[in-house]
Each structure stands twice: as structure tokens, then as C-alpha cells.
Nanobody
Framework: QVHLVESGGGLVQPGESLRLSCAAS????????MNWYRQAPGKKRVLVAA???????NYPYWLLGRFTISGDYAKNTVYLQMNNLKPEDTAVYFC????????????????WGQGTQVTVRS
């Protein structure tokens, strides 16, 4: 199993920055992907940043380069640097990890953190 602990959320003003962290622990063989999602009140959960253990990263086009994901696969930790935050970025941000639990299986399982609140307002 994989246990995820997120931190770094909070209340900021428009234009400011925040850095979220997510640390994975537990019994597993290898993490293959580490991602960040967010869910605003009354809306669906959406992907905001994705990373692979091959060094690839992906973002939705509508973020316009304001967010940067950094995956440290040696330390099983992922970060999300969020710059120039806007009120519409207000949401609960979730860490998502895909991991293989055993070297003898190629099955990849999904794990989620508990979420951290990010609020952007004047």
C-alpha cells in the first residue's frame, strides 16, 4: 500500500505563489507516475500536472505555464509550484500516485492523498 501526505496549501492573494508537497510512504516496489489534481466546489476533479518516472511532464493548456510539477522519484516526493495564482485556482488539491506494489507484477494501482485546500482571494 501507498500512503500519501500532502502539505503546503493555504490562503494567498491573487498573484502570489504556493508550493505544494506530497510524500509517499509504505510498502511498494516502484512509483511510476506522480500527478496533481484539483477539485473546486461543485465541479469535477481535474488534472493540473502530471509527471512520469521517465522525466516527462504534462499540463493542461489552460494553465498557461503557471504551474510546475517536480517529481523526485528517488525520495518518492512530488511538488507543485504554483505561480501567479488566481481566484479561479481556489480548490482542494489532491496528490495522485500510480505505483507497482511488487517487482513480480506489472499491475499499477492508483493512490490518492487526502487533499489540501488552496484559497486565492484578496
Amino acid at each position: 500500500q501507498v500512503h500519501l501526505v500532502e502539505s503546503g496549501g493555504g490562503l494567498v492573494q491573487p498573484g502570489e505563489s504556493l508550493r505544494l508537497s506530497c510524500a509517499a510512504s509504505g510498502s511498494f516496489f516502484r512509483i511510476t507516475r506522480m500527478n496533481w489534481y484539483r477539485q473546486a466546489p461543485g465541479k469535477k476533479r481535474v488534472l493540473v500536472a502530471a509527471s512520469g518516472n521517465d522525466g516527462t511532464t504534462n499540463y493542461p493548456y489552460w494553465l498557461l505555464g503557471r504551474f510546475t510539477i517536480s517529481g523526485d522519484y528517488a525520495k518518492n516526493t512530488v511538488y507543485l509550484q504554483m505561480n501567479n495564482l488566481k481566484p479561479e485556482d481556489t480548490a482542494v488539491y489532491f496528490c495522485n500516485v500510480q505505483a507497482r506494489l511488487s517487482s513480480e507484477s506489472v499491475v499499477v494501482d492508483d493512490y490518492w492523498g487526502q487533499g489540501t485546500q488552496v484559497t486565492v482571494r484578496s
